[in-house]
């Protein structure tokens, strides 16, 4: 029996099928590894980053994700090139013509894709510059959103509403970033024009300085009542500003507003609102209310 299973090896391994059929295998294998090489090391850049305040570190948490998104992506057209190059050379290919025929067709390719060389040298200068990373809100034109992935060609934005928009980056002219190393709440306060100024940027100061000591982690410096910002036709505007963590701004106002119209209640402060005066005319009873007067002795 052993000596037929010698027998059946040596007649396959003659042919000369079995050393290309290893080499191919080893080559998909070692890519692979590579593959999984390249992620590992860049899941492992985070441990790299030096401690420091908890604003640097998100953003360069945030540029480290990036930076991981866009090489895995290089990584993998590089890698998938190489081994498909090898493999035809293994199966011996003449690859010159072939090549050749790429030249003519890829210079062909290059009139009609200009705008996708324009994507790929914006988003080189996107990531070298670090205008923005995964993670953060922006405004790109009239579409805003949390940067969910990024690469050399595209940024994929998801809005609150859960919608997805993808960015060619070549055509992004002005982007807003909000979110950058650290964030401002801004909250504006309408008072009647009845209520006392200094009163009421008291009473503000005073919410004010009650929700930096309970939320020492969202309101990182203490909120400032800027004053009076605008005399509207309804009301005293009065602007109040606070410094927060990315991403955090919007928990800080809505919470802030709650507080102040709740200490605006206890100590009786009026927030104006619209008010109209209508005038109403019923048929004929003018004429009846002047007969009446003139019937009167």
């Known amino acids: 029996m052993a000596q037929f299973l010698r027998e059946q090896f040596n007649l396959i391994y003659d042919t000369g099928y079995v050393a290309p059929l290893f080499r191919l295998i080893w080559i998909v294998v070692v890519g692979l590894m590579v593959m999984m090489l390249i992620d590992s090391a860049l899941k492992r850049v985070r441990m790299l980053i030096p401690p420091g305040d908890d604003l640097?570190?998100?953003?360069?948490?945030?540029?480290a994700e990036t930076l991981r998104h866009i090489v895995r992506s290089i990584s993998k057209v590089v890698l998938f090139a190489i081994v498909a190059l090898t493999i035809?050379?293994?199966?011996?290919?003449?690859?010159?013509?072939?090549?050749?025929?790429?030249?003519?067709?890829?210079?062909?390719?290059?009139?009609?894709?200009?705008?996708l060389v324009k994507d790929f040298i914006a988003g080189f200068f996107i990531l070298l510059e670090d205008q923005f990373g995964v993670g953060d809100v922006v405004r790109v034109g009239e579409q805003a959103g949390v940067v969910e992935r990024m690469t050399l060609r595209v940024t994929v934005l998801r809005n609150i509403e859960g919608q997805v928009h993808v960015i060619p980056n070549g055509s992004i002219q002005t982007v807003t970033v909000m979110t950058k190393d650290w964030s401002r709440a801004l909250v504006d306060v309408t008072v009647a024009y009845t209520e006392k100024v200094d009163k009421v940027c008291q009473i503000?100061?005073?919410?004010?300085?009650?929700?930096?000591r309970d939320w020492p982690d969202r309101v990182v410096e203490r909120p400032q009542v800027l004053g009076v910002e605008e005399l509207g036709t309804d009301g005293v505007k009065i602007r109040l500003i606070?410094?927060?963590?990315?991403?955090?701004?919007?928990?800080?106002?809505r919470e802030w507003r709650k507080r102040?119209?709740?200490?605006?209640?206890?100590?009786?402060?009026?927030i104006p609102f619209p008010r109209k005066t209508v005038w109403f005319q019923i048929p004929g009873l003018e004429e009846e209310m002047q007969a009446k007067q003139k019937t009167r002795p």
């Open 88 to 115: 035809t050379s293994e199966l011996g290919f003449n690859m010159g013509p072939i090549l050749g025929t790429a030249g003519i067709i890829g210079v062909a390719i290059g009139f009609g894709a200009q705008s």
């Open 56 to 63: 640097g570190l998100r953003r360069v948490e945030q540029r």
């Open 260 to 270: 102040i119209k709740e200490e605006f209640d206890r100590q009786g402060v009026e």
């Open 242 to 253: 606070a410094k927060t963590p990315p991403l955090k701004q919007w928990e800080v106002m």
């Open 204 to 212: 503000l100061e005073k919410v004010a300085d009650q929700l930096h």
